[in-house]
């Protein structure tokens, strides 16, 4: 909070400031809490105990709905992370006809509904003749995630000076030598902090994943949401509560990768 | 000190940016040829086309008519990476995630040289820079100066058959660009390699270079040894970007130089071949300011004290300002003060007839 930001002098900012915190935050500490309660009855506290998470490592049906979603954020990952890098790499290069088109196409998946690409996916795959199963879910995954690898990607390449890819080919490297040893490592922390929120965004995704998945093919999110339609149970809580810990610390990851300076 | 080998054929090269009707011709059918182990300087103001035609023999712009050899061979469809030349960037351009010894021994590296050949020769690079202790430091830990020499010496590790120098040395402060001009001059009398260097700073052209290329809004102007450049320039445009000159208009006749009402000079123009009006420019140096005796008359209009000499401005008789400078060799002597009547002298060969055509042919 800067002294210079002359916002905080204004009375109400800072109660307005904590209620929003508290608004989005409490919902979350109150899960959390919860999933250490002893009691049968989710929201009833009557003490503390670590049986959910017990329960929870003993359940094959979510130690299986974890195994597959751990299997298609990773390969979604490495799948949107390569195409978004390679599309930046071509961005960032020269100027061509039609690029700033390309760009916002490459942002679009941002902005459509979710609910839009689950439908359409769908249809492409049943049009394609394609089994719903883990590797359509990996397909559509790979697909909505590749802009938000793109954007670190890109935003770290603008930031590079192209006099040093032209220095490494005034010293003989040619293209892909040039891209291995001095734009890789250069645009390195974008393309991991690119590659987390591939990752995040691939493991908690409900929508599109209750469309493409096909028997077999549950992830914990589309799991979870199974259990809560016969009622919330503390085993519940303790699942997301564990999905949250994850969650928190791969943007924490990505942030300080992007924050960091090479 | 220099071959008689050409390095390299510039021939009639053309360069375009933009298409058709809004095409804009950033280099006018430049010819020159540069010889093996020369300091070859590319000078002129920003915009004149020297770093394009120096980013073209590197091979970064393509060329839009006419050829580039190296040593006879062309040098046209080929990549950067494929020709025997090294460029050091005006920023430098280091690369910042590898140490010292690891930028400079990233082109060997690429040229397939073998890791136990590749030391000593990073080693004998660091030491002809003068940076022995520095080879584990980022290029983030180094001054200017020192950025520089890295640059270099990365450019010289692979021995390329010219090295060329993009206004390598105006990102440095005055001193440390002298000792550079200095230094630079030094690594190419050592190497014996080809240097191409690119400038707007005459100064430092005239210093180091064996023979300069000046360029103007595309078009090469003249190309010749710094003593020709500055002394014979072809035109008015040269001798006005080299040095400081006064450009009169006077009159050859009988062997004498005449200024109207300002009277007339024997034998001081280089060029008496025929008779007539003469468009012509002087050195401030070469002329000599006197209160008493002989030459052409004029007022002082102004006089400024820059501490190792003294310039006047002198209106003369028939109106023209002339400026003259006269060194404080022993002293700052006040030759005359403003308004003062004087008369100015020159020694043979002062006045330089200029070329009416604004173009070298």
């Known amino acids: 909070m800067q002294a210079s930001n002359t916002l905080w002098r204004f009375r109400g900012v800072t109660p307005t400031a904590m209620l929003a915190f508290v608004y989005l935050y409490l919902p979350i500490v109150v899960l959390v809490v919860l999933s250490f309660n002893a009691n049968r009855i989710a929201t009833l506290w009557t003490g503390f105990s670590f049986d959910w998470y017990l329960k929870v490592m003993d359940n094959d049906n979510i130690l299986r709905a974890t195994k597959n979603s751990l299997i298609i954020a990773c390969g979604a990952t490495v799948l949107a992370t390569s195409f978004a890098t390679m599309a930046a790499l071509a961005m960032a290069g020269k100027r061509f006809r039609g690029q700033a088109f390309i760009n916002a196409m490459l942002g679009l998946p941002l902005l459509v509904p979710e609910i839009v690409t689950a439908v359409a996916s769908l249809l492409f795959f049943l049009a394609l003749g394609l089994d719903l199963g883990l590797m359509t879910v990996l397909i559509a995954h790979t697909v909505f995630c590749i802009p938000f690898a793109y954007l670190p990607i890109r935003a770290r390449l603008e930031g590079l000076d192209p006099r040093l890819a032209e220095a490494a080919a005034d010293l003989y490297a040619g293209p892909f030598a040039t891209f291995r040893r001095v734009t890789l490592p250069l645009i390195l922390p974008g393309v991991l902090s690119g590659a987390m929120l591939a990752f995040i965004v691939s493991l908690d995704d409900f929508v599109i994943t209750f469309f493409v998945a096909g028997a077999g093919a549950t992830t914990l999110p589309v799991y979870i949401f199974g259990l809560i339609r016969m009622g919330i149970t503390p085993e519940v809580n303790a699942v997301s509560a564990l999905m949250l810990l994850v969650s928190i610390a791969f943007v924490a990851l990505s942030y300080w990768m992007g924050q960091r300076k090479s | ?361």
């Open chain 2, 1 to 361: 000190m220099t071959g008689n080998r050409v390095a390299i054929d510039v021939d009639h090269v053309c360069k375009r940016f933009g298409h058709d009707e809004h095409a804009v011709l950033a280099l006018d059918h430049i010819a020159l040829s540069i010889r093996e182990n020369e300091f070859f300087t590319l000078l002129g103001p920003s915009g004149c086309g020297k770093t394009t035609l120096l980013r073209m023999i590197a091979g970064f712009e393509d060329v839009s008519s006419g050829d580039i050899r190296l040593y006879g061979e062309s040098l046209s469809g080929k990549l950067p990476f494929q020709r025997p030349v090294n460029t050091v960037f005006q920023s430098y351009a280091l690369f910042p995630h590898l140490t010292v010894e690891e930028n400079i021994a990233f082109g060997l590296e690429m040229r397939g040289v073998k890791a136990a050949d590749i030391k000593p020769i990073v080693a004998e690079k660091l030491e002809l820079v003068k940076l022995g202790g520095f080879a584990r430091r980022r290029p983030h830990q180094l001054s200017g100066g020192q950025q520089q020499r890295v640059a270099l010496a990365r450019a010289l590790a692979p021995s390329p058959k010219v090295l060329l120098l993009d206004e390598s040395l105006s990102a440095l402060d005055l001193k440390l660009r002298k000792e550079m001009q200095v230094e630079l001059k030094r690594l190419q009398r050592e190497t014996g390699i080809t240097f191409v260097f690119v400038t707007h700073d005459q100064e430092e052209a005239l210093t180091m270079s064996d023979r300069i290329a000046v360029m103007s809004a595309g078009k090469l102007q003249q190309v010749g040894s710094p003593e020709d450049i500055y002394d014979r320039p072809a035109n008015r445009f040269v001798a006005d970007f080299i040095g400081e000159t006064s450009f009169l208009q006077g009159r050859v006749a009988d062997g004498l130089l005449h200024f109207g009402e300002a009277g007339s000079l024997p034998g001081t123009v280089l060029d008496q071949s025929h008779d007539g009006h003469a468009a012509l420019a002087v050195r401030p140096e070469r002329l000599q300011l006197s209160t008493s005796g002989s030459g052409l008359h004029g007022v002082v209009s102004e006089v400024v004290y820059r501490g190792v000499d003294t310039v006047y401005t002198v209106q003369l008789a028939d109106g023209q300002p002339c400026r003259v400078r006269n060194t404080n060799d022993s002293g700052a002597v006040r030759l005359a003060r403003v308004g003062e009547r004087v008369q100015l002298s020159a020694q043979p060969g002062a006045f330089h007839r200029l070329q009416e055509a604004d173009h070298v042919a």
